[in-house]
């Protein structure tokens, strides 16, 4: 006769966004199919969690691997990205697919999935960039949302690369995704002041450093184009998620949107919560840290977690895109050309466990939903993840909450030679991770295979 269950996770205290229970969690194949206090042993394999807090899988929506971008390309790809993730309790991650130039939407999608399948160590899904709005992409768009891509972004930046979206093509976006139940989902920053304020500061190079880069984007940078895409969102009725939001300014305006009615979700991430910019005042190390936006001040970190603890801000991910200090060194001198963007995704939940439940900012239920449960729901994974109930994937987290370490970058899989939070002692590394029922980590050391990972098909209308 069949085991009732090949797993078993024994005798641990089992946190979802809604309680915490101590219980067993029995594992068939992929997915969980009983929670229960004492479930015979019955030759299952058991894994022990007593004393231990076990958690569903974190899922990061805000990754970059492999990504050509500011003359280089990312130095994590989809495998070391992914070990990176499983390490640090993240069983899903989203990455983006690019318009391409000249095939169009759904070229991009398929040349992404190409680029991910035989790489990726846990699940995965995919937005779509929209670079050049028109009837074509927006068929292509629908197409799309069909096949489990029900999100895509815009960027009100980066005119000179060819990925800028105007207002025009952001309210047509808005307009049309809306009557499917899809996301815009949009990097908000101002381009024409920010120049401004780049050419003020390049002028200045001398004196200014790497922290050229935290002065030429003022606040209102980000809340100009905040309000500016919520405005478009109200107008058409669509529905709106802010990316990598970073600062004080923004979390008020989406939540008065918020107040109003307004379709408006708003993510940030680890960097703008823990750290300020006296990073880029580092002589040496300055220009690592940047990103965009960049890493704001002390009163944005605050605004930030009030935001995560009151709901305004439903999600944290972490925009990982990681450069080497020697792909970093390609700034010379000039904070306009340094790669920007950051490794993440593996210090994600380790972070928000270490600053946000353990100083005591919010629970850990809280945690959990903001860094799993929400964006499960928002991105169209609510059907399969970001909780744990029978008949979801087995996507499952280990922690003792007594275990932490010193981030050192030689230590972790992230594809980096250095780390933002090198030195910081952080909690919440899992024991063991589960990715669909199998073990992707051990000790927390990665012991999971390259191309386990599998595209996930996401549902359009997800919502909170
Ligand atoms: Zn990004």
Not at 25 to 44: L, M, R, S, T, Y
Not at 169 to 178: G, S, V
Not at 186 to 200: G, P, T, W
């Amino acid at each position: 006769m069949a085991k009732a269950f090949d797993k078993i996770i024994k005798g641990g205290q089992v946190v979802t966004a809604d309680k915490t229970q101590v219980a067993d969690i029995g594992i068939q194949g992929e997915k969980i199919v009983k929670i229960a206090k004492n479930i015979p042993v019955d030759g299952a394999e058991i894994i022990d969690a007593k004393g231990k807090f076990v958690l569903p899988g974190m899922i990061d929506v805000h990754v970059h691997l492999q990504l050509p971008f500011c003359g280089t390309v990312s130095s994590d790809d989809f495998d070391s990205g992914t070990r990176a993730a499983a390490r640090g309790g993240v069983t899903t991650v989203i990455d983006y697919a690019t318009q391409d130039k000249e095939k169009g939407m759904y070229a991009g999608f398929e040349r992404r999935m190409d680029e991910a399948r035989d790489k990726v160590c846990v699940d995965y899904g995919l937005h779509g960039i929209v670079i050049k709005w028109s009837d074509q992409a927006a068929s292509e768009v629908k197409k799309m949302i069909d096949e489990g891509v029900p999100t895509y972004k815009m960027f009100m930046i980066y005119e000179k690369e060819g990925w800028q979206s105007d207002d025009a093509a952001m309210y047509a976006a808005l307009e049309y995704t809306k009557d499917y139940g899809a996301k815009i989902l949009v990097h908000a920053e101002s381009e024409r002041v920010l120049n401004v304020f780049i050419e003020r500061y390049v002028k200045q190079l001398d004196k200014v450093g790497a922290y050229g880069h935290a002065l030429s984007r003022p606040n209102f940078v980000e809340a100009e184009a905040i309000q500016r895409a919520i405005t478009w969102t109200e107008a058409s009725k669509g529905t709106l998620y802010i990316v990598h939001m970073s600062t004080g300014e923004g979390a008020d305006i989406v939540k008065a949107a918020q107040e109003r009615g307004v379709h408006v979700y708003a993510e940030t991430c680890p960097q703008y919560l823990v750290l300020n910019d006296d990073v880029f005042k580092d002589k040496e190390k300055g220009h690592w840290y940047a990103t965009c936006p960049q890493i704001k001040k002390k009163k944005d970190n605050d605004r930030l977690w009030e935001g995560l603890k009151n709901g305004e801000v439903s999600t944290v991910a972490t925009d990982t895109c990681t450069f080497t200090t020697k792909q970093k060194a390609m700034w010379g001198g000039d904070f306009r050309r340094i790669p920007f963007g950051l490794p993440g995704v593996e210090t994600m939940w380790p972070s928000i466990y270490s600053f946000g439940v353990r100083k005591k900012r919010f629970s850990i239920n809280h945690a959990v939903r903001l860094c799993s449960t929400n964006p499960a729901k928002i991105m169209g994974l609510a059907h399969r993840k970001g909780d744990i109930k029978p008949g979801h994937d087995a996507d499952l987290i280990v922690i003792d909450p007594k275990f932490h370490k010193k981030i050192d970058y030689k230590e972790l899989d992230t594809n980096c030679d250095w780390s933002p939070f090198q030195g910081v002692d952080m909690y919440g590394f899992p024991d063991v991770t589960l990715c669909r029922g199998s073990v992707v980590v051990r000790d927390n050391k990665f012991v999971g295979r390259k191309g386990y990972g599998r595209f996930i098909p996401r549902k359009p209308g997800g919502k909170l």
